[in-house]
T-cell receptor, first 107, second 117 residues
């Protein structure tokens, strides 16, 4: 079946930028999503990008999509301790989620 | 408009007992997904259901696990004869429509944390 892959851990210092990467295999996906899970909670949609876009910016968040390489990234500018969470990418065709990247922000 | 509801939030079972996890989707949503999140691991897809139909159960263990989404009432994930390895957080999500070309946000419930003693 189709797959979505992410690295499992990322650690950054407060104020730095974080970049979380994701690769997917389903070329028919038309929407790609980033979800955030805070400790002890369910997932919440953070942002999404339509497949005909290369980039989407939303305040501190920048989503980059390379459709040719099936690579998606989420950049968080000026990372804060409150950004510490698990971040999941997902695609809309089969609604498959990556395993999640645990972001740790050190003061 | 209430979000996705799951109950119980915490469930403790002894080995060999049955666990029943309930999920009420958001109003108007007819698609339900179940996921399992093991401690310190990622989110694993289990099953995708529409009302009265299992659409995709490719992530469901072949034995002891079953899921249903009846015409009336919540979706149920049932685990028979639980073992310690079943201890995990089980999340339900609902969406208004299936995948394909359209925008399809999944709305997640708060999860049921199952502990098997």
């Amino acid at each position: 079946g189709e797959d979505v892959e992410q690295s499992l851990f990322l650690s950054v210092r407060e104020g730095d930028s974080s970049v979380i990467n994701c690769t997917y295999t389903d070329s028919s996906s038309t929407y790609l999503y980033w979800y955030k899970q805070e400790p002890g909670a369910g997932l919440q949609l953070l942002t999404y990008i339509f497949s005909n876009m290369d980039m989407k910016q939303d305040q501190r968040l920048t989503v980059l999509l390379n459709k040719k390489d099936k690579h998606l990234s989420l950049r968080i500018a000026d990372t804060q301790t409150g950004d510490s969470a698990i971040y999941f990418c997902a695609e809309n065709n089969d609604m498959r989620f990556g395993a999640g990247t645990r972001l740790t922000v050190k003061p | 408009n209430a979000g996705v509801m799951q109950n119980p939030r915490h469930l403790v079972r002894r080995r060999g007992q049955e666990a029943r996890l309930r999920c009420s989707p958001m109003k108007g949503h007819s698609h339900v997904y179940w996921y399992r999140q093991l401690p310190e691991e990622g989110l694993k897809f289990m099953v995708y259901l529409q009302k009265e139909n299992i659409i995709d159960e490719s992530g469901m263990p072949k034995e002891r696990f079953s899921a249903e989404f009846p015409k009336e009432g919540p979706s149920i994930l049932r685990i028979q004869q639980v073992v310690r390895g079943d201890s995990a957080a089980y999340f339900c999500a609902s969406s208004i429509k299936t995948g394909g070309l359209g925008y399809n946000e999944q709305f997640f419930g708060p999860g049921t944390r199952l502990t098997v003693l």
